[in-house]
């Protein structure tokens, strides 16, 4: 269970019902969350609930279920799509090279779909519980229902049995896998984020797109005789995994390198995010934030300065659609400047400050902590803080950044005006 508790997005659970008597270990460590006694608000729950009244609002294909339906009604597009072919989640045994795990994603809500498979795996970022977790039976019925999993997805979406102990969080990992989707080497599999060098990432991932030649370990498949069955040479020429699955019935031709990429980011600040508001639901005075706390929020403003960051040496290309679909979200700011405008070339973005800044799960931070990050952020972009963990970025990158959160989000505006009164009281 430890083993697929390090591998991807592991186990969204599937489809049998639960009894358990005793409490949710969750509800005793962290009584204020009310992780298995409230009603969660995100996405995934709105749907559920309208569909016990509108029950035609999904629609069943024999090929794919209820996928392209659900994606739509949650406004998830199918160039997000990203192919796992390492044995993880409950769907273990279904999954091999030729029948990959397809995940697709939005900023708060991730799906998971493997063919064959009994139901949908679906996850959702609800502002005050963190990381919830849904399936939907693929069977065509007159009442589809999206069933909320409270505990045996946590086997494996949980920390206990890990480092830093006890949150609902996602996982994204690498490592060599065999033609059956097995793991292939007694070092097993990595947690990878953006600090992660490109050359151990994807281990068990498809990759589409092109990457200047820089070597990673997707596309690898390890046979049984110690050989690989795509070289390392040919991976930068695969622009789509056409004839590379028998009997492919998934959206889309690609699991493309840039979905890769803000897949490992997004999951890796919302974990943060999540780790930072569970902790500060047990601090009953915030406004004297105790070292717990505050070593939690350096660590995810660190992560969304992308702190330490992975050089790549690119350029790197993937689907177009995709990224246009991601970069047109915005916001902007008066110069057309967005945190989601991508690099590509050296970094991952061009602005380098995470757009989960944005995130309901940001907002929902009590507000001495969302200041109190304000003002490291401050610190950080007006030069205050130069330490080295933050000497990647630029004087223009500092400027660039400022501007753009000032023009569009407007609670740090807001928070910047009164520092600035409180401050100089006699500044307009």
Not at 136 to 148: C, F, G, H, M, S
């Amino acid at each position: 269970m430890i083993r697929l508790a390090i591998m991807v997005l592991a186990t969204f659970f599937l489809h049998s019902e639960v009894v358990e008597s005793q409490q949710h270990r969750y509800d005793r460590d962290y009584p204020q969350i009310g992780y298995s006694s409230l009603t969660p608000t995100d996405r995934v729950q709105k749907l559920g609930q309208l569909l016990e009244t509108q029950k035609d609002i999904l629609q069943f294909e024999n090929e794919n279920g209820y996928l392209k339906s659900i994606l739509s009604e949650l406004n998830i597009s199918t160039n997000s799509q990203t192919l796992v072919f390492s044995k993880t989640s409950i769907n273990a045994r279904l999954i091999t090279p030729g029948t990959p795990r397809a995940i697709y994603f939005s900023d708060d809500v991730y799906v998971g779909w493997v063919q064959g498979s009994e139901s949908l795996e679906i996850a959702a970022t609800d502002p005050d519980l963190g990381m919830v977790f849904y399936t939907l039976a693929q069977e065509k019925t007159d009442n589809p229902q999206i069933k909320r999993q409270t505990f045996l997805c946590l086997e494996c979406h949980d920390t206990y049995g890990l480092t830093g102990g006890g949150v609902p969080r996602l996982l994204m990992g690498s490592g060599t896998t065999d033609e059956y989707g097995r793991s292939a080497s007694h070092e097993g599999w990595r947690l990878t984020d953006h600090q992660t060098p490109l050359e151990q990432r994807w281990g068990g991932w498809y990759v589409t797109g092109e990457h200047n030649n820089q070597e990673h370990l997707g596309n690898s498949i390890i046979t049984t005789s110690g050989s690989r069955i795509l070289a390392q040479d040919n991976i930068n020429k695969i622009a789509t995994l056409d004839g590379l699955i028998v009997d492919n019935r998934h959206l889309v031709e690609t699991s493309d390198i840039i979905a890769l990429m803000l897949l490992e980011h997004q999951i890796h600040i919302q974990n943060l995010l999540t780790r930072l508001q569970w902790e500060a639901s047990n601090n009953l005075d915030l406004e004297l934030l105790d070292q717990k706390i505050l070593s939690a929020s350096e660590k995810l403003l660190e992560g969304m300065f992308m702190v330490g960051e992975a050089q790549i040496m690119g350029p790197l290309s993937g689907d177009p659609q995709f990224q246009k679909d991601f970069e047109t979200k915005g916001p902007y700011d008066r110069k057309m400047r967005s945190l989601r405008h991508l690099n590509l070339q050296t970094r991952l973005f061009q602005y380098p400050l995470s757009y989960m800044i944005y995130s309901t799960t940001f907002e929902a931070l009590p507000k001495p902590l969302r200041h109190h990050l304000f003002s490291r952020i401050w610190e950080v972009l007006i030069g205050l803080d130069r330490s080295k963990s933050f000497e990647h970025l630029s004087s223009a990158d500092r400027s660039a950044i400022l501007e753009i959160l000032r023009s569009t989000k407007s609670d740090f505006r807001d928070w910047q005006r009164t520092r600035m009164k409180q401050s100089s009281p006699n500044d307009s």
